[in-house]
């Protein structure tokens, strides 16, 4: 039995070998860019366009941060995302599992046809809302302004439909032992729902940090405003605000600074996928859940 097993070991073992490999391989293809835009922005300027793929670790230099930070204003810009990030990410992490929950835990009239609807909102592209909320916007006041980059989507659909399949697997005994004990439903919810639910929480999370330090075209049409312009949208001008600042500015000092910026706007994402990685992959299975 021993001699028939070794063989059937190593045969499972190849295909298992062949896979890291491949995965290994695929990992550098998608790291490369990002590795060599993070060392790339420590060059000097020139050498940047004179020798791309050459490392001189004797030439490694600041000057194209100190440009950066003088040419663009890249901290207004990570302080309106922050603003954004944490306000509306309180937002969606509050009132999207309470809406959730309501779909996934109670009985009421036209509840399957108001989830439909909820759903059938993910079936609109972003371009299509563009217009009517800058209009709703307009006659708010809210141009801008913080509201008009917080409020909209604080509540998307996708979050809602993301919670109801984690919470559909709390199971209902416990929700009516609360009830037997005397617990509020208010109380059920932030007492015995949501610690079961972390792992789907800290997905949710994770997607709604990246969705929102990302987001571009929302920001660039309600906040036209350089003093409301957030992150993604000020990395967007760079170009112009660098060439705008130094007259005469050649391709090599716009590329420098283009990728001194680049890198300090990638370094929180990575961090905090690196950190939350975990939990991010906990939370995908959670949501996988059938409700």
């Given amino acids: 039995m021993t001699a028939t097993a070794v063989p059937t070991r190593r045969a499972h073992r190849r295909p298992l070998v062949g896979s890291n490999v491949f995965l290994l391989i695929l990992t550098l293809a998608f790291l490369a860019p990002v590795a060599w835009a993070l060392v790339s922005a420590f060059k000097p300027a020139a050498e940047i366009i004179s020798d791309p793929l050459g490392l001189d670790l004797r030439g490694l230099t600041l ?66 809302l563009i217009i009517p909320l800058l209009l709703e916007m307009k006659q708010l006041g809210w141009v801008n302004t913080y509201q008009a980059l917080i409020l909209p989507g604080s509540v998307d659909a996708f979050a809602i439909f993301w919670m109801r399949q984690v919470i559909s697997a709390v199971p209902d005994e416990l929700l009516d032992a609360a009830r037997v004990d005397g617990c509020g439903e208010f109380g059920i919810f932030w007492r ?75 370094v929180p994402l990575l961090i905090l996928f690196i950190v939350l990685q975990k939990h991010f992959i906990n939370g995908i299975l959670a949501g996988s859940v059938k409700g």
């Fill in 63 to 128: 000057d194209n941060f100190r440009g950066m930070f003088h040419d663009v204003p890249i901290g207004s810009g990570f302080l309106n995302t922050a603003v954004v990030l944490v306000i509306k990410g309180a937002i969606t992490l509050f009132c999207a599992p309470l809406a959730a929950y309501a779909f996934a835990k109670y009985d009421f009239r036209g509840k399957n046809a108001i989830f439909g609807t909820v759903l059938l909102t993910l079936m609109l592209p972003t371009i299509v």
């Fill in 192 to 266: 015995v729902v949501v610690p079961v639910i972390r792992p789907g929480l800290a997905g949710l999370a994770v997607l709604t940090i990246m969705n929102i330090y990302n987001d571009f075209v929302w920001p660039v049409v309600v906040a036209s405003s350089s003093k409301m312009a957030t992150l993604q949208v000020v990395l967007s001008t760079l170009a112009q605000n660098i060439t705008g600042h130094k007259v005469g500015a050649d391709y090599a000092t716009v590329t420098g600074e283009l990728l001194a910026a680049s890198s300090i706007a990638l």
